[in-house]
Structures are given as structure tokens and as C-alpha cells.
């Protein structure tokens, strides 16, 4: 039926995709258990490459929101944006302000989560701007570190 669905666009879609889908994969998510091999104190970053663009604007930032507001993210989490675009983590939520959204009640939710996000800007061919991303991750980072890089 997904199909369908996208080859007609008049039909209505529920503003967050397929809800019978999300509802699937919110469940399988919340009972995934974290490895034995897993340090109970490990520490989770995430790294958005490319964070001032479009496509981290419109769709990662949007999707790292909903993760979080579920409950869906190990506690605790950090989030580094990377790119070239000199800016600070207040105008990278100006600029998703119109994606990153919080419903009725959620305000206080979304400002931690944006607590947990860092910005740091650098090229991509340059090693110590990489350096520099990973002095600042490894400062907020304790006992074992667990990246992931997107």
C-alpha cells in the first residue's frame, strides 16, 4: 500500500509517514537491550556531518528530535554537528526552528535536547579540525566512548 499511497498525492498522509511503521519500529527500539559487553557508564555521541545543510535541517535533526522525545536514544546521549559553516548551536536551532519542533507540553523536553547538542565547525580535509572535534567529544565523553557518525 506504500505504493499507492505515494502515487497519489491527494490522498491524506499522516504528517509523520507511515504511523503503523513508526509504531513498529518505536516498539522493537524500546526493547533492544544494551550488550553485557556494553559499559553501564558508556558514553553515546552522535556526529552529524554536514550539520548546517539542508538535509541534517530538514530530516536528521528532525528524525535526532523524535528519538529523543521518545526515548528512543541511550541516556545521556551527545550530539555533535560538524561543518564548515561557522555557527553556534543556538543559530543551528534557529535554523531547524521550522523542522524541530515540540507539541503542546513537550517545551521543556526539546530544550534539553538541545542541551545536548554541541556545533563544531571545521573543514573536511584538514586532520586537525578533526582533532578539534575529537577534543571536544572526548570531553564530554566518560568511561567508554560508543560514536556514531552520520
Not at 558508556?42 to 545543510?53: D, K, N, R, T, Y
Not at 503542546?104 to 565547525?121: I, P, S
Request: charged share 25%; aromatic share 10%.
Amino acid at each position: 500500500h506504500f505504493y499507492k499511497r505515494m502515487s497519489n498525492p491527494d490522498q491524506n498522509v499522516p504528517k509523520e509517514g507511515n504511523a503503523e511503521g513508526l509504531k513498529l519500529l518505536r516498539e522493537s527500539l524500546k526493547k533492544v537491550q544494551i550488550s553485557s559487553s556494553t559499559a553501564a557508564d558508556a558514553s553515546h555521541v552522535f556526529v552529524v556531518f554536514g550539520a548546517s545543510g539542508d538535509l541534517a535541517r530538514k530530516k536528521i535533526y528532525p528524525t535526532l528530535w523524535a528519538l529523543y522525545r521518545d526515548s528512543l536514544m541511550p541516556k545521556g546521549t551527545q550530539i555533535f554537528g560538524y561543518a564548515r559553516s561557522k555557527m553556534t548551536v543556538s543559530q543551528l536551532r534557529e535554523k531547524c526552528a521550522g523542522t524541530v519542533k515540540a507539541k503542546e507540553g513537550e517545551e521543556d523536553l526539546l530544550e534539553q535536547f538541545w542541551a545536548t547538542n554541541h556545533y563544531v565547525a571545521g573543514s573536511y580535509d584538514t586532520q586537525r579540525d578533526f582533532e578539534l572535534l575529537n577534543q571536544e567529544m572526548a570531553a564530554v565523553e566518560k568511561g567508554q566512548a560508543n560514536r556514531l557518525f552520520y
